[in-house]
């Protein structure tokens, strides 16, 4: 469905300022909500919400519906009753400007248990309903995650496929005996989501209440080691003895690596999954929209056809395209849930299948400016090119950021054809001439990462594809987010129509 002319800014809650180590959904998230307001922003794009696991990644995570532990406030959990301010006196000296995960872990973790137990002997007869209710309505899938994670702290094996034969196939009678011994173990981690939601919810209205909508982040595929997976493992291309993958997903040889992308997520079995109505999509999609207002589709393109890799292989150069049934589920998903606020993440290797996809349900695709100066008058992402019902980025978390790509990832070529597209140089430097085409652009949304905003260099790049280490860590300081920066933001918005006449003047 096509939206209204606006504009944003994509930022992570992790990448918010917080002396606890890790941006959460504490003061300085409703803090950057006002920010977005005061520059006249109507959207604020996060990556997935999820626990994390390999290589702490929000597309490598233990549940597709899940939220991550580590956002949860801890100041808000003080004012709810269930810290005391002695138990936040002592802080570890986190570093700054980047996320130090592992050291945030051993600190934030032992804090959280002490919270659950508080809420166990504190919390109040509402506050125990919540939690109850909460509980019933998450059923589907809260209480195979919260085993699972609760598996995966008792047991040694780091993987639910080396776990024994029946605790992996899912006996029912060994599950209901797991369930007894780890019944303390699964309240903590019910309460760590039944926290996670409450705080996130709360944020959400705020949010929305400053007339800002709040863009999710669907990955496409799921990670293996995930309660996903174990709980549902008819609904993948899995080994039906041992559970381990027989085809991985990823992507060929493209802009960011010659050898492709091996993600190694299982592959979905669309035939059972299309036999079932897509009944797991369906409520994928529907949770997501409890707590977000649009959703961006991440790979869409596999949704038409996919990249299918042996996996034995170790790149993803020997893999081949096998379709999908993306107009069986959209259609589905329609019928269940009506229209669909949908951006199409569709960039890389794309055909017309997947565009005529896109268009038939009216998804906005995306245009990346970073990639619009490597060719002639004919590159699609040129500003010019673009189409109305479509999202312009200045870059993604995928990409570096424009400082950094101008300087460093940029050909002479690529920095001739952009100075001659800007005509001239603008006096806030190169970040904010490329920022200025977005929002001057025809696409109905654009958004800027707020790296793009402070003129950052690669320094700040939250992630590079292909590497498994030293991404997702930046953060910024509070004091970054000046009026200068406001100020400049809102006269642009007002200038190329992205803001209201009523919004600009108050």
């Known amino acids: 469905m096509p939206f209204p002319r606006s504009s944003g800014i994509l930022l992570h809650p ?16 409703y803090q950057f909500v006002d920010f977005l307001a005061r520059s006249g922003q109507q959207l604020w794009q996060v990556l997935p919400l999820s626990p994390t696991g390999f290589g702490n990644s929000p597309y490598m995570s233990f549940s597709a519906m899940a939220g991550n532990p580590l956002l949860i406030s801890p100041d808000l959990l003080q004012d709810n009753g269930f810290l005391e301010e002695e138990d936040l006196s002592y802080v570890p000296d986190f570093p700054l400007d980047q996320v130090d995960f592992d050291q945030v872990i051993e600190w934030k973790m032992p804090l959280l248990r002490k919270a659950c137990q508080n809420f166990t002997q504190k919390a109040t007869k509402i506050q125990q309903k919540e939690f109850e209710g909460f509980c019933r309505g998450k059923a589907s899938w809260l209480d195979d995650y919260t085993l699972f994670m609760s598996l995966l702290d008792a047991r040694e094996e780091p993987v639910w496929t080396e776990w024994p034969d029946e605790l992996r196939q899912r006996k029912p009678e060994v599950l209901e005996q797991w369930r007894r011994d780890l019944q303390d173990e699964i309240f903590f981690h019910k309460f760590l989501q039944f926290e996670f939601f409450r705080q996130w919810s709360e944020l959400k209205e705020y949010t929305n209440a400053q007339n800002i909508q709040i863009i999710g982040d669907i990955p496409i595929y799921v990670s293996h080691n995930s309660a996903d997976v174990w709980a549902n493992p008819e609904l993948f291309q899995l ?79 020997k893999g081949e395209w096998v379709k999908a049934p993306g107009m069986g ?11 669909l606020p949908i951006i199409a993440e569709d960039l890389g290797d794309i055909d017309q299948a997947v565009n005529d996809l896109r268009d038939h349900f009216a998804f906005p695709g995306m245009n990346i400016l970073h990639f619009a100066f490597g060719s002639d008058a004919n590159n699609p992402y040129l500003p010019f090119n673009v189409v109305a019902n479509s999202v312009i980025y200045t870059g993604t978390h995928d990409n570096n950021t424009t400082v950094g790509w101008y300087y460093e990832d940029t050909s002479d070529y690529e920095r001739d054809r952009l100075q001659q597209y800007l005509g001239c140089a603008g006096p806030h430097g190169i970040a904010w001439d490329v920022i200025r085409l977005a929002l001057s652009s025809v696409a109905n949304q654009a958004i800027i990462p707020l790296q793009d905003i402070f003129s950052l260099g690669s320094n700040a790049r939250m992630n590079t594809p292909g590497t498994a280490e030293e991404n997702w860590g930046w953060r910024y300081r509070g004091e970054a987010l000046t009026e200068e920066y406001s100020n400049r933001l809102k006269e642009m918005v007002i200038i190329y129509g992205r803001m209201t006449a009523i919004s600009a003047q108050t």
């Open 14 to 29: 992790t990448s918010l300022p917080s002396r606890y180590g890790i941006g959460d959904l504490g003061l300085e998230a």
């Open 329 to 339: 589920l959209f259609n589905r998903i329609l019928k269940e849930l009506g229209n």
């Open 239 to 317: 080994d039906p003895e041992t559970g381990e993958q027989i085809e991985v997903a990823g992507v060929p040889p493209d802009y960011f690596s010659e050898t492709g992308q091996l993600w190694g997520n299982p592959l979905y079995d669309w035939k059972y999954l299309e036999s079932t109505r897509f009944a797991w999509w369906v409520e994928r999609i529907r949770g997501i929209l409890a707590y977000v207002d649009l959703i961006r589709i991440d790979h869409f393109r596999g949704l038409e056809s996919f990249w299918s890799v042996p996996a034995e292989e170790e790149t993803a150069i």
